[in-house]
Structures are given as C-alpha cells and as structure tokens.
C-alpha cells in the first residue's frame, strides 16, 4: 500500500556512507530526490522485512507521517526502509555460524570484537536505530513526569538543564554518532555521545550505562528535512520525545 503525500522541488542525489569494506566501514546509500513537481509516494513501514536471521526490524509504532512536521514522511521512510534495514540485514550476515548469533543484541554489544569493525558497525546500528524509533512518538514531546522528572531534577539540578546540556552535547558532536540519556554503573543519569554507530553498552564507553533515550545525528537522520542545521533538527526532536517510554526504560535500567 502506498500513499502520495506532497510535491518536492530538488533534482540533488544525497550520498550517505553505508557499505562495509574489510575492516574499514565505508557506508554508501545513494537516495534520489523526486525532480521538480514529482509527487512524493510513500510506502507503509510493514511492508518492510529483513532476511531471515536472529535479529528483526522494530516495528514502527507509528505510519511514516505520523512524527511530522518534525520528521518529514519522506526522510522516515528512507531512515526506517533503507539504513535501518541495511543495518539489520548486515548483522545477521555478520552473526550467522558465529557465537554470538543466538545472543541477544545487548549481548552481541558487550561481547563483540571492536577490532571487528563490520560487526561492531551493524550491531550498533540496529540497536540504536532500535531504540530510537522506540523513544518517539506523535503527539508527545514536553516533559517527563514522576519518577524520572525527579531524577532528572536530581541529576541534573532541573528539566531545562538536562535540556540544555543534552542539546549542547548533540550541537557539538562532531560528524557522525549518537547522543544519549543513559543510566550509569551507579544508578544516576548522563548525558553522553559516541562516534559513528558504537553506544554506551560497548567496552569502549566513555561513561558504560543502559540507554533510556537515542538522538541519531548522523547526516542520514535530517538532512532531506535540515539539510545542514542539525540545530533546528535536534530541537524539533524534542517535540517527538516519547517520555512514558523513556520513563519504563529508565524503570527497567534502576532495576537491573
């Protein structure tokens, strides 16, 4: 099932790395953009499906439109149905016949060899895409309540400093990588990043935690709708944040 959602102006081609090679990551997705005044159709995230493997796609809990205008149709589906499904793909051509292939991902992450970059590269990629599309939702955005409002008060001093510090810390990163909203070894919430697709349950972890809350910042996330202002990319992000979802994550994570 396909639905035609608007008109476009561009005859660009936008380039993404996406591809792996040996141990180098060198990623290569190439997505058309519609020509002058070609109507935009766009598929239904069902539709899409991994091959057979141990790892299958998060299904969208939400259509392809639903996050707009924060998130356009069209740079959803292409995220969702392309990288997101390459990624997803790839591990399970990675894991197959190995040790790790009866794992769970989080499992995956911890035990993986970094020096292996073709699997470190997709099994980070499928997690965090994972759990990005998990933590947004239409209609959401504003604040926590209960009891993650309150330890975000208290681990951060309020609401606006998390805000703050979380924008900061996405604004800086340079190039490709994620920011993340983590539970620490000692229970307290952080703020950090990490470098192309690697995450805060890898060895390499600057500060190890469970992640409760994923900014995708790599170019692929927001440039058919930002082009070059990841900025105005990260504060409409806030307005899509599904906090009861972060809230149970958090739950589950103080739990551990």
């Not at 109507?39 to 998060?58: R, W, Y």
């Amino acid at each position: 099932m396909k639905k035609n959602l608007f008109l476009i102006s561009s005859s660009l081609f936008l380039t993404l790395l996406f591809s792996c090679n040996n141990k180098k990551l060198t990623e290569v997705v190439e997505v058309p953009l519609p020509t002058a005044q070609e109507k935009i159709t766009v598929g239904v995230p069902d539709d899409v499906k991994a091959i057979e493997g141990s790892f299958q796609l998060e299904k969208l809990p939400y259509s392809y439109d639903a996050l707009a205008p924060n998130i356009s149709a069209v740079a959803l589906e292409m995220h969702y149905s392309k990288h997101y499904l390459t990624y997803t793909n790839n591990l399970n051509k990675a894991v197959a016949g190995t040790p790790l292939e009866n794992l769970t991902i989080e499992e995956v992450l911890a035990k993986l060899d970094l020096n292996d970059a073709n699997t470190r590269n997709n099994a980070g990629g499928y997690y965090n895409h994972t759990l990005y599309w998990q933590i947004m939702a239409p209609k959401a955005g504003g604040k926590p309540s209960d009891v993650l409002a309150e330890a975000i008060t208290t681990d951060f001093g309020s609401f606006e400093n998390f805000v703050t510090l979380f924008k900061d810390e996405a604004t800086k990163q340079f190039g490709s990588g994620w920011v993340w909203l983590v539970v620490d070894r000692a229970g307290k919430l952080q703020v950090t990043s990490t470098q192309n697709q690697d995450n805060p349950l890898m060895k390499n972890a600057l500060i190890p935690g469970t992640p409760i809350l994923a900014l995708d910042v790599w170019e692929h996330a927001y440039y058919l709708d930002y082009q070059y202002k990841r900025k105005n990319y990260i504060d409409a992000f806030f307005n899509v944040i599904n906090w009861k979802k972060v809230a149970e994550n958090y739950d589950a994570a103080i739990k551990k």
